[in-house]
């Protein structure tokens, strides 16, 4: 059983480099905005809260987070293990995690603060069936236009330099020191995000020894 963390600032890839390894490694994929995502999109408790505290530009507290955490990961539907995407943020859920669960590593995307402005900058997604795309190596055949279902392209409302610099001002006072907790019992290995996908999961695979 194989059960890794993955971080990094956001467009450093996590999401297609947990994909990549669950794929091949038959593990499970628990990526905690997608579970928050799902809460709103259902109208359910949880979403509901979720909404009023992005309503009010707060951060969902480490109670709600550490509860949907806990909740997922005891639904056991990991025989062969997980790689936990977004999670823990700060330095408290940094040690929940490790009191509640054992884990192999900690993958860390590194990903220097222009090329995020660079790659962030220039996501879209389709207002009609959310297809993301990246006009720096995924151009839409026709430009601004969805190659799938013809719809609108558009950027994302958190995807302006005014919310990225905040996203990066948090993510480098608060989720960079989780790295020094997971340090301590030698977890970490550090990967160059720079590269092409494929090249960043062979890198990450020989580094823990897949």
Known sequence: MRKYVVM?????GKGTQAALLCREYDLVH?????????HVQHHT?????VRRTMSAGDLIGD???ESVVRDRL???????????DGFPRNGRQAEFFLESFDI?????????DDEVHRRVLNRRLCSLCGMDYNLIADRPEEEGKCDVCGGELITRADDTPEALAARLRDYHTKTKPVLDIFR????????????EPEA???EIRQRLGL
């Open 200 to 202: 960043v999961q062979r």
């Open 45 to 49: 408790k949880i979403g509901a809260q």
């Open 63 to 65: 109670d709600l987070v």
């Open 184 to 195: 301590r019992k030698e977890y970490v290995v550090t990967i160059d995000a720079r590269p």
């Open 74 to 84: 005891q639904q056991h539907d990991w025989n062969y293990g997980f790689v936990v």
């Open 104 to 112: 192999d590593g900690v993958i860390h995307l590194d990903l220097p």
């Open 8 to 12: 990094g600032v956001q467009g450093s």
């Open 30 to 38: 628990i990526n905690v905005g997608d579970i928050f995502r799902w």
